[in-house]
């Protein structure tokens, strides 16, 4: 059976929406976390068809105090080089970024909440054409296109909010994969970090999940079918 492997750095940001589709594609799904022993060997016994990394609280070049990021982006550099393929989701993004050369830095400000994307005109031609409804982000970090990537998506906060490398690397700084049925456990685990926010409130988030996150949850699962049928092709 086809591998699936995800890694996750907090309990609450999973695959979402996204593990329906890999289940139904026959993939067989797991999780390796972060912090837990040693997570490049834990990936790569598995021989994963597919590894998503998952987004996070932590930055991307934080590895003297998280030195399982230096394993990370080990393992994501090896990926890339033999052109394996990896689905990076916000920090995923960011590690994405930061293992093929690029500058990863704070952002002019931190993006929290649903909005929308605009596609660049290679992202209105990609997998992710479908994404026109707003999507959530959750982010305060962002990032300089990585030298030969295609840049999909920006926002006015952050320009780089999707780029593909070729065929089998793609990174997404905004959540598609998020369900509208998990975002209780987001707003408790990124309390402290809502209240830091201007603007943003929990009571917001809580309504604008109602709003827009069943759109997003069938729009997401088109974009990664579409995107797993080019990237596993």
């Given at each position: ?147 030969g990537a295609t840049h999909l998506a920006s926002t006015p906060v952050c320009t780089n909010q999707a780029f593909a490398v070729g065929r089998t690397a793609l990174g997404l700084q905004f ?59």
């Amino acid at each position: 059976m086809t591998e699936a492997v995800a890694i996750r750095h907090v309990a609450f940001e999973d695959l979402g929406s996204f593990a329906q589709v890999l289940l139904e594609r026959g993939m067989n799904v797991s999780y390796v976390d972060a912090g837990k022993g040693r997570l490049r060997s834990r990936v790569e016994r598995r021989s994963p068809r597919l590894l998503v990394v998952l987004g996070g609280p932590v930055g991307a070049l934080d590895t003297d105090a998280y030195p399982f990021l230096e394993e990370e982006l080990a393992l994501i550099r090896a990926r890339l080089s033999r052109a394996e393929p990896v689905l990076g989701i916000c920090l995923g993004a960011q590690l994405i970024a930061a293992a093929l050369g690029a500058k990863v830095y704070p952002a002019e400000a931190k993006e929290i909440g649903w909005g929308p994307v605009e596609l660049s005109e290679e992202g209105a031609g990609s997998p992710l054409a479908g994404l026109t409804s707003p999507v959530l982000h959750w982010h305060g970090d962002t990032f300089d296109l990585p030298t030969g990537a295609t840049h999909l998506a920006s926002t006015p906060v952050c320009t780089n909010q999707a780029f593909a490398v070729g065929r089998t690397a793609l990174g997404l700084q905004f959540h598609v994969e998020v369900l509208g049925s998990a975002i209780e456990s987001w707003l408790i685990g990124h309390a402290h970090e809502i209240g830091q926010a201007p603007g943003v409130s929990v009571e917001g988030i809580r309504a604008d999940t109602h709003r827009y996150a069943g759109q997003l949850e069938s729009r997401s699962r088109t974009f990664l079918d579409r995107w797993l049928d080019e990237a596993l092709a």
